[in-house]
C-alpha cells in the first residue's frame, strides 16, 4: 500500500462542489466508518453509493479540508494537587472551552502531587487560542501547567 507520505505529492486545496462526486463519497464513508455507522467497508459504500474500487482507490488521498488544517492537536502537561475533584474541574473547564479532549493520562500521586498529561484538539488556527490554556493554572489544586506541543 503505497502512502501519501513515501511518494512525491503535491496537496490542492478546491471547492467540492467542483469536483468529481465521488471525492465526496469517499469522505462520507470514511467517516461512516469511523463513527461506527456501518460495519464494514463494504456496507458503507453501498449506504453511500459508490463502489468499493472508488473508495479503496481514493480513501488515502482525499480529506475533508478541516480535518487536516483547521484543527490542532495540543499536548498538555499538569501537575495537580491530589485532592478530589481537581482533575475533574480541569477536564470541565476544558470542556467549557469547547475542545476535544483525545486522552488523559495520569500518573501515580506521589508526595501529593500527580502529573497529567493531556492531548486535545482545538478547532481554528489561532494563537490567541493558547493564551486562555494557561489560566487552568487559575483553578483550585492546578499547581503547573505546560504546553509541551501545539500542531
Not at 486545496?13 to 466508518?33: C, G, H, M, T, Y
Not at 453501498?46 to 479540508?65: E, H, L, Q, T
Not at 476535544?100 to 481554528?124: C, F, H, K, M, Y
Request: include cysteine; hydrophobic fraction near 40%; charge should be negative.
Amino acid at each position: 500500500m503505497e502512502n501519501i507520505n513515501q511518494r512525491n505529492s503535491q496537496l490542492i486545496v478546491a471547492e467540492a462542489d467542483v469536483l468529481p462526486e465521488v471525492f465526496s463519497k469517499v469522505i462520507e464513508v470514511k467517516k461512516l466508518i469511523a463513527q461506527k455507522g456501518e460495519k464494514s467497508s463494504a456496507s458503507a459504500c453501498r449506504r453511500i453509493g459508490i463502489s468499493r474500487s472508488a473508495y479503496y482507490k481514493y480513501k488515502d488521498s482525499v480529506f475533508p479540508y478541516e480535518e487536516l488544517f483547521t484543527r490542532r492537536i495540543v499536548s498538555l502537561y499538569l501537575l495537580l494537587s491530589d485532592s478530589p475533584g481537581v482533575l475533574s474541574s480541569v477536564l470541565a473547564f476544558l470542556h467549557g472551552h469547547d475542545v476535544n479532549i483525545l486522552t488523559v493520562n495520569q500518573s501515580i500521586p506521589i508526595d501529593g502531587a500527580a502529573a497529567v498529561n493531556i492531548s486535545l484538539r482545538l478547532s481554528g488556527g489561532s494563537d490567541d487560542e493558547l493564551k486562555w490554556l494557561y489560566s487552568i493554572t487559575e483553578l483550585n489544586g492546578v499547581l503547573e501547567v505546560k504546553v509541551l506541543s501545539a500542531e
